[in-house]
Every structure is written in C-alpha cells, then in structure tokens.
C-alpha cells in the first residue's frame, strides 16, 4: 500500500511540474498585445497633434483680428447683460436683504398667531363642554316650561321662508 501511496505522489509531482514548465503566467502573453496598443495610442496622439498644429497655427496669428472684429458684438452683449441680468439681480439682492427682518417678524407674527388661535380654540371647547355638563337637559327643561310662552328665552319654532 505504501507503494502505491509513493508510485502517485511521484507521478502527481512529475505531471505538476512539466505542466508549469510548458506554459508561461497568463501576463506574459497579454504583454505583447498591452505594448502594441500603447504604441499604436502613442502614435494616433502625436499625430493628431501634428494634424492640430497645422489648423492651429494660422489662427493664432488670425486671432487679433477676429478679435478686433467681434469686439463691438462683445461690447453690446456685455452692455445688455449687465443691464438685462446682472443688475435687476443685485437690486432684488439688496431688496430681498433689506425686507428679510420685514419677512421674519411677520412669519413669527403668523406662526406665533396661529398657535395661540389653535389653543385659545381648545380652552374655549374645554370651557364650554365643562358648562354643558354642568348643566344637564333636564335643568333646560325646567327652565323652558317653567316660563311663559311668549318670554324671549322660550324656544320658538323654526318657520322657513321660501322665496317664490
């Protein structure tokens, strides 16, 4: 049995090592095809810049007189710049910088407002549902049929009026 054991570990070591002998690492067959695309990117840019050189060198001694010619265009689109955007958006600036104390008192006015309307509203239903226990249906009765018929506090019936 042990020399089965060693008969197989000798020939796993001996298929193991003429398999990493025969092949190279992955990298080194990409490293070719990694070099030729750096070198063909190398040469698209520099000829590209040759390319641009030559388009860009007679503009640049063209640009003082495209300049000179589109200066009076510049100037009257700065003009109405200024005075279609740039300056109403500094005077709303400086309105809205002045009016915002303005703007707070009156929201803290509001806001302060309408709290005490929402607990003033909840003290006057508490207040008032406290006086109708108090008194009973009953105690309105009593109260009801103990005056006369024609006294103000009497109930009278409701009579509609129909417009025709």
Do not use: D, E
Not at 41 to 46: M, P, R
Not at 56 to 65: E, F, G, N, Q, T
Request: proline share 7%; glycine share 2%.
């Amino acid at each position: 049995m042990s020399s089965t054991s060693a008969h197989m570990t000798a020939s796993v070591t001996a298929v193991t090592s003429t398999a990493t002998a025969s092949s190279p690492p992955p990298i080194v067959q990409l490293l070719p095809i990694l070099l030729l695309v750096i070198r063909s990117s190398y040469w698209a840019v520099s000829l590209l810049l040759q390319a641009l050189s030559f388009i860009i060198v007679p503009l640049y001694w063209l640009w003082p007189l495209t300049l000179q010619l589109l200066s009076p265009i510049t100037i009257v689109l700065s003009v109405v710049l200024h005075a279609a955007v740039f300056t109403p958006c500094s005077v709303l600036y400086k309105a809205i910088a002045a009016l915002y104390p303005l703007y707070v008192f009156c929201a803290a006015a509001c806001i302060t407002g309408a709290i005490m309307g929402i607990f003033g509203r909840y003290i006057i239903v508490s207040i008032l549902g406290i006086f109708t226990l108090w008194r009973s249906p009953s105690h309105r009765k009593t109260i009801q049929s103990s005056l006369p018929t024609n006294h103000p506090l009497r109930r009278r019936k409701r009579r509609s009026v129909r417009i025709q």
